[in-house]
């Protein structure tokens, strides 16, 4: 009779929102509730450092190791309540209240969808077709085999005046990739006795400042933190047309690149429903203030798939710490329903933020304090952040090895 009682609640995605909600439920309505999660893969992956998976030398690492790094498990993070189901989500119906996941149809009382984003360069075709991505652990090492493939053709060409890697978007991704972008460089160019000065990482960004919408002092200190470290900046350049070997920007000039790797957008996973549902341009389901989807009766959405409107009626930031955040909200908020408890309704907030540029430097802005650091601090900080969200699943010294083993691995470059 119990179990006929449980309500069960299906999540979509394994990245940060869906996990941490499926761990959050577990604790929090475990015993009233079945809770599935569902993604593609089979272990949830650590972003924060993908764009160091995707600069670490191979005779340094192994991808083995850099797997361990940034890969979790899903079979070893999720608590033994939760189920996994492992395949690619066909089909959500969401007036008959189920999912369709490699071929098999799966009932649900609750539906969180957290699949995270894609790529999106809009529209621009050339952009489409030639630039790299870093949105996986797929892209993230072949990123990295093109870096050395691109000095190894290059080292006997005496014509070849300069190798040029252009990074587009100056957004966190961006920055961060340069920062390990350059160390990454002169290993490599040290390692085919190529000179390092005669590689070029350029960094084009459309907006007047790096990193916008954040505060023009940090961003200030990021540019010339990226100067320092020899690498190029140009902004109000939007890049318009992409060819072979080539960009046009906004401007009108056209550079020629080496290596095209593109930060500057991602939009929504396009969730295969079977009603039509209400979204944005950029395919993110509109929710209303208990991150309820419109018009789905007990579908919710977080993360990179929801359209959460702040107090200013802005969009909320995509990013990792708010759709922890999200999560947590839902997590709360379905196991008071399961209970018989009216949920609160969901008031977005500012985090604060860390961003690491090469080495043992990071800009850290902590908002609620309105305090900003900058170098060691920063980056002793982002290993702390690192180490507390593993051990959200795992014991105190698991975690703090792991967060170790990633600072250990990755300084091998510095």
């Known amino acids: 009779m119990e179990n006929q009682n449980k309500k069960t609640i299906i999540i979509l995605g394994g990245g940060f929102g869906g996990v941490n909600a499926a761990v959050l439920l577990a604790k929090k309505a475990g015993k009233n509730a079945r809770i599935i999660l569902i993604d593609r893969n089979k272990y949830h992956l650590y972003h924060p450092t993908l764009y160091e998976v995707a600069t670490a030398e191979e005779d340094f ?6 797997k361990h790094s940034i890969a979790l498990p899903l079979a070893q993070i999720l608590p033994k309540q939760v189920e996994f189901i492992q395949g690619e989500i066909q089909a959500v119906d969401q007036k008959g209240k189920t999912v369709t996941v490699s071929g098999e149809k799966h009932s649900f009382d ?26 996986n652990l797929k892209d993230a090492l072949y990123l990295r085999n093109e870096v050395e493939f691109a000095i190894q053709q290059h080292r006997a060409d005496v014509n070849k005046k300069m190798i040029r890697f252009i990074v587009g978007g100056g957004g966190f991704s961006g920055v961060e990739l340069a920062g390990e972008l350059r160390n990454l460089v002169k290993i490599v160019a040290w390692k085919y006795h190529y000179p390092p000065e005669k590689v070029e990482i350029l960094v084009v960004e459309g907006a ?16 010339v933190r990226l100067k320092m470290l020899g690498i190029e900046v140009r902004l109000s350049n939007l890049i318009t047309d992409v060819s072979a070997g080539q960009i046009k920007v906004s401007t009108g000039e056209m550079l020629n690149y080496d290596l095209l790797i593109w930060t500057g957008g991602v939009r929504s996973v396009k969730v295969p429903f079977v009603q039509p549902a209400r979204t944005d341009a950029k395919d ?41 955040y999200q999560a947590e909200y839902l997590a709360a908020a379905i196991a008071g329903k399961i209970a018989g408890r009216e949920p609160q309704v969901f008031v977005p907030e500012d985090f604060s933020y860390i961003i690491p540029i090469s080495g043992k430097w990071a800009a850290l802005n902590l908002v609620p304090m309105h305090w900003k650091f900058y170098g060691f601090f920063g980056w002793f900080a982002h290993r702390f952040a690192d180490f507390r969200y593993f051990h959200r699943f795992m014991p105190t010294f698991k975690a703090f090895r792991l967060a170790w083993f990633d600072t250990k691995l990755y300084m091998r470059n510095d």
Not at 61 to 66: E, K, N, Q, R
Not at 111 to 132: P, Q, R
Not at 212 to 222: A, N, T
Request: proline share 4%; net charge negative; charged share 20%.
């Open 61 to 66: 690492t192994s991808i083995a190791d850099l």
């Open 208 to 223: 007047s400042q790096l990193l916008p919408g954040l505060p023009e002092d940090l961003s200030r200190r990021v540019y």
């Open 284 to 324: 993110r389901i509109m929710t209303d203030q208990y991150l309820g989807a419109l018009g789905m009766d007990g579908v919710y959405a977080i993360g990179d798939n929801a359209l959460i409107l702040d107090e200013h009626k802005r969009p909320v930031p995509g990013n990792a710490t708010q759709a922890i």
């Open 110 to 135: 609750y539906l969180i969808v957290a699949l995270g984003s894609v790529v999106d360069c809009f529209g621009n075709k050339g952009l489409e077709h030639y630039c790299i991505h870093l949105k």
